[in-house]
């Protein structure tokens, strides 16, 4: 009896070391964070083409979208947008702004490997921005804007942004 419950536990222990072979490399924790889970230049993974598929459209924010500091609704511009457009392909743009001013930025985007992440590398830009994808079904979505770079006063901040697909 000893000898089996010592066969068990080194099989989990064996099975613990090399990852749990029953999930899926999109759902091991160390791929969640925002920091982690860099675009590689491998052939698109399953995950990539089905978050890809799903992301090919415009989404239009559907709340107030950039950051507002001390929660002062002061900090609010008049008619503030955010919108994204995904090309099949590889290429985005990006408008934002309010009722006075506009901003647009075009480049080229991809999905990280474990499908949680969008890399954004702006035309002219020499670094990548990292966006997590916190929800995406159907026609809804919620980014993670942690560390995205945009022009004051119209940065999302460390803020999840609600879309919608126009």
């Known amino acids: 009896m000893k000898s089996l419950i010592t066969l068990m536990f080194v099989v989990t222990m064996a099975f613990s070391a090399s990852g749990d072979p029953y999930l899926l490399d999109c759902c091991t924790s160390e791929e969640t964070s925002v920091d982690s889970g860099l675009i590689e230049d491998s052939p698109e993974t399953a995950i990539q083409r089905n978050v890809k598929a799903s992301m090919i459209g415009t989404w239009e924010s559907t709340e107030y979208p950039f950051a507002v500091k001390n929660d002062k609704k002061k900090g609010r511009k008049e008619g503030a947008f955010l919108l994204y457009t995904f090309s ?9 702004g309010d009722a006075s001013s506009k901003v647009e930025e075009k480049g080229i985007w991809k999905i990280s490997s474990n499908g949680k992440k969008i890399q954004l590398l702006a035309e002219n830009a020499k670094k990548r921005q990292t966006i997590l994808i916190k929800y995406l079904e159907f026609d809804e979505l919620v980014l993670q ?14 803020k999840s942004v609600f879309f919608h697909k126009s």
């Open 88 to 96: 099949p392909d590889g290429t985005y743009s990006i408008s934002y």
């Open 145 to 158: 804007h942690a560390a995205v770079q945009r022009v004051k006063p119209f940065s999302p901040g460390d």
